[in-house]
């Protein structure tokens, strides 16, 4: 039994040892020098909903990479306006731990890995085709995964953004994203509201030592800083086409915020380095992530791919997606939690077994069955949806889905049947 994965963030990461779990030979694909995508500039966990997806992972046994975060947490159970009881994990030292607990598991990665084509035989894929160094060289799978994401590449930064802000994922030197289900003939989503196609990047990083004493001990102490601005330099007109809509609320746009990832997150998808200076405590600030955090960041959700609930992509017998590919989902834990159920169908799908689905009893089931059918109208287009807050965090509570009792949660899963199921083979 083989699996293919394609794309190293943390859905990928999270569907290698599910698939692995079961059996698999599993192989993972990943163009850049680092494992976790655009999870080497996240950090924020478990905040709101996040708790409780996190908790039906672990009491369905999906919990390894959750396990190895919550160990590598630079703080935890914090609130920072609109959001509760988060843990904010290290950026800096995070993606090596991901990748030794990857490779311990015996799972093969290829780094500097880009895929670029297919070999088809009609509805199947038969093997992707990578450049690797100066050559290219062929994956046969019995099952191939997409979770190459939906951010990039520079084209559509440029036609849809301000242009390569230098992010993390290194288009100009590692070649943009590419998509498997893109390259195998399926047509896929684009997320929109009104004219905007896609969506910004929400979230910056400042290096700490840029910013004032007070500041930084403030971060290092409690997590969080809350900056009051004047005024004028209110940035209210920036939420709206922020791809993180549980951060568009009135506080993000008076107030400075940030979060101690290791470096200074800040919740906010760019901020003119002049204006940003003039703010006291940030007269020497300097962005480390976009480099060019100060005109934009990057644009998103442009390319999901068409899904059922097991999330096999339509129209291609042999190929799962998760993450972000798997539609208007936002967030590491939306990520490892569909890349753990995507890991896991795709050893079925090879032993000719039913998919599992996840029944709305629980938040993951809800949130990925909710996330496909909102995704079928225009105005569901226009959204994004995480546990931590905006449209999905609301139904999640009218729903009584939210909770952050461990043994509620545990007693839920349990009474579903799916107790410790990602575990078993
Ligand atoms: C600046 C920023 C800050 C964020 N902060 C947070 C946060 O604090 N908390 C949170 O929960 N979420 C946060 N998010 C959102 C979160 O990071 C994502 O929603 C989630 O991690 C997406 O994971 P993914 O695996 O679907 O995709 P990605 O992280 O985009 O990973 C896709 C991977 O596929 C690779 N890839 C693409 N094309 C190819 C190819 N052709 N061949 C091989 N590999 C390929 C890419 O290089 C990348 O490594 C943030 C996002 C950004 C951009």
Known sequence: MKVVIVGGGW????????????GAEVILLERTDMLLGTGLVGGIMRNNGRHTATEEMIAMGGGEIFAEIDDNSLHRRIEFPGHRHANLYNVATMEPRVKRLLLDRGIEIHLEARFEDVEQDGARIKAVIVKKGDGKVRFEGDVFIDTTGTAGPTANCTKYGNGCVMCILRCPSFGGRASVAAKAGVQEMI??????????????KLFKESLSTEIR???NKTGVAVVPLAKEKHAAEKLATKACQQYNLPEFAENIVLLDTGHAKLM????????LRSVPGFENARYEDPYVGGR?????YVGMA????????????NLFCAGEKAGLLVGHTEAIVTGVLAGYNAVRAIKREKPLILPDTLAIGDA???VRTQMQTEEGLGYKYTFSGSVYFERMKQKGLYSIDTKEIAARVDRAGLTGIFSRS
């Open 217 to 219: 001990d403030m971060l």
């Open 11 to 22: 859905s990928g990461c999270a569907a290698s040892i599910a698939a692995r779990k079961q």
């Open 368 to 370: 990925i069955s909710h």
């Open 268 to 275: 906010a998808a760019y901020y003119p380095l002049d204006v």
């Open 296 to 300: 934009g960041n990057s644009i998103r």
């Open 191 to 204: 997320g929109r509201k009104g004219g905007h196609i896609g969506a910004m990047s929400g979230a910056c």
């Open 306 to 317: 068409p899904r059922d609930d097991a999330l096999k992509v339509n129209g291609i017998e």
